[in-house]
């Protein structure tokens, strides 16, 4: 068997396209533009990237993407009073702190004190509960995109049993949340796997939808793989390659030619649930702003 290898840049075109329509017909009804601030604080490069792609996919969908840039000095007073003011503006429908945040500054709390109508990266508390409670407002970007990955490629979730590899606050858990939930795309048994787990390997080879999210590579093997398995591999980590011009490559959880050849279906990294995640961030970007007029 050899895998059908998932586009996951094809499907994140597909939605920016759609969210762009979109966001064109608000502004034409509506008159005035969807728009997201990220804040970020300190020197981090890969952050810093992250940020920039952020803000020019916004711009490229028609909203408006501002970028708060502070020192990495911030003190929580400064950042908290930032995201205060941003909290009190009518133009700002989305706010992201990106993390990771310097060390002495509390993530848990500053994710706290965004309005949870705008938390677009679907943090806070309050958000985390109306997912569990399957009134979902926003759900976190990545399981997001996994989820309209799997409904596009026409894979059948309702009654499959999935495994999630990682039980990650970003990830694993909100995952877990709408897959658990009802309507397109969820309607699955769900196990999720971690470091507590004592047999992981028999726990994943009874997967019908094999989802990694742990940031290990090369943790899951073929051999971890059930015949005829769809294998979605969400994480992207940095290992040093010479033979690189930038020094390092991207590798994910899952060892991709083994997979492939179990597999009925498998993610590639890059190219697979990446390019989802700022399409599915606009996505909740735009529903916060039709909430608004609602």
Same mark, same amino acid.
């Given at each position: 068997m050899t895998a059908r290898i998932i586009d996951g840049k094809a499907i994140a075109s597909k939605v920016r396209e759609e969210i762009a329509t $979109? @966001?064109? $017909?608000?502004?034409q009804k509506h008159g005035f533009t969807p728009g997201i601030t990220v804040v970020i604080v300190g020197d981090d490069p890969a952050s810093h990237v992250y940020v920039r792609n952020k803000e020019r996919a916004a711009q490229q969908v028609g909203m408006n993407g501002a970028v708060v840039k502070l020192s990495a000095e911030t003190t929580r007073e400064q950042l908290l009073q930032t995201v205060s003011d941003l909290n009190g503006d009518a133009s700002v429908h989305g706010i992201l702190v990106q993390i990771p945040l310097p060390d002495h500054l509390d993530e848990d709390e500053i994710v706290r004190a965004i309005d949870p109508r705008k938390d677009v990266d679907g943090l806070h508390p309050e958000n985390v509960g109306l997912l569990f409670? /399957?009134?979902t407002r926003f759900a976190p970007a990545t399981p997001q995109g996994v989820q309209r990955i799997l409904v596009e490629e026409g894979v059948e979730v309702r009654g499959a049993h999935v495994v999630i590899v990682g039980r990650s606050n !970003? @990830? /694993?858990k909100p995952l877990a949340g709408l897959l658990l939930g009802r309507g397109e795309g969820a309607n699955a048994t769900v196990t999720i796997c971690h470091t507590g787990t004592k047999d992981l390997a028999a726990e994943t080879r009874r997967a019908d939808v094999l989802v990694s999210a742990t940031g290990i590579p090369g943790s899951i093997t073929g051999e971890m793989v059930k015949p005829g398995a769809v294998v979605i591999d969400v994480g992207t980590t940095r290992v040093e390659d010479a033979s690189r011009k930038s020094g390092y490559r991207l590798a994910g959880d899952v060892l991709f030619d083994e997979a492939a050849k179990v597999a009925s279906a498998i993610t590639p990294v890059p190219g697979g649930v990446g390019p989802m995640t700022i399409?599915? !961030?606009l996505h909740n970007v735009l529903l916060s702003a039709k909430s608004t007029v609602a």
């Open positions: $979109e @966001v064109a $017909e608000f502004k409670s /399957g009134q !970003l @990830v /694993g399409a599915m !961030l």
